[in-house]
Antibody
Framework: EVQLVESGGGLVQPGASLKLSCVASGFTFSDYWMSWVRQTPGKTMEWIGDIKYDGSYTNYAPSLKNRFTISRDNAKSTLYLQMSNVRSEDTATYYC?????????WGQGVMVTVSS | DVVMTQTPVSLSLAIGQPASISCKSSQSLLGTSGKTFLNWILQRPGQSPKRLIYQVSKLYSEVPDRFSGSGSETEFTLKISRVEAEDLGVYYCWQGTHFPFTFGSGTKLEIK
């Protein structure tokens, strides 16, 4: 059974940094592009970016590129999202997904709330 | 960015009725590879999204065959031949052809 389990969310202050993790199981993680997508409290879906199966290439939404960094550790079957200088508009549920542009499985999501 | 427009915003159907959801993109989603990366997902109440269809019309193995996808270039449709209770939720189309990938605003399916 494929599982994607995100963690690392919570309440953070504006300007802080936060690192989300997504542990994958049930498939060969190192064979797949992986992505991060977030869903705002108003239910709008926003693609954050993705990373090639070997970690050698990343793509980002231009509006987030300067503050968010995606990485992966294939030995640990884990995807990461490093968020820096967070803002109130970053408040959302963050999902990791498999398959890149082809789509695929979604994790259960992790909530991030940015507030002082 | 490619704008994805879904209609209707919501629909209320009885079990057994057919459903149709439209998704239109502001640019052609036919990529240079000759593939069209238009996908559909379903988010049931209180759950994370689930994959339904990729590349316009390809169903994932676990998806019932009452679901179908069609379309090309800028106009796409998700159809459910006979709605069942488990089909309620919000359906999103999203495109993976042009960066940044973008999502429609969703269509909420309610069961009468």
């Amino acid at each position: 059974e494929v599982q994607l389990v995100e963690s690392g969310g919570g309440l953070v202050q504006p300007g802080a940094s936060l690192k989300l993790s997504c542990v994958a199981s049930g498939f060969t993680f190192s064979d797949y592009w992986m992505s991060w997508v977030r869903q705002t409290p108003g239910k709008t879906m926003e693609w954050i970016g993705d990373i090639k199966y070997d970690g050698s290439y990343t793509n980002y939404a231009p509006s987030l590129k300067n503050r968010f960094t995606i990485s992966r550790d294939n030995a640990k079957s884990t995807l990461y999202l490093q968020m820096s200088n967070v803002r109130s508009e970053d408040t959302a549920t963050y999902y990791c997904t498999s398959g890149g542009r082809y789509g695929g499985y979604w994790g259960q999501g992790v909530m991030v709330t940015v507030s002082s | 960015d490619v704008v994805m427009t879904q209609t209707p915003v919501s629909l209320s159907l009885a079990i057994g009725q057919p459903a149709s959801i439209s998704c239109k993109s502001s640019q052609s989603l036919l990529g240079t590879s000759g593939k069209t990366f238009l996908n559909w997902i379903l988010q049931r109440p209180g759950q994370s999204p689930k994959r339904l269809i990729y590349q316009v019309s390809k169903l994932y193995s676990e998806v019932p065959d009452r679901f179908s996808g069609s379309g090309s270039e800028t106009e796409f449709t998700l159809k459910i031949s006979r709605v069942e209770a488990e089909d309620l939720g919000v359906y999103y189309c999203w495109q993976g052809t042009h960066f940044p990938f973008t999502f429609g605003s969703g269509t909420k399916l309610e069961i009468k």
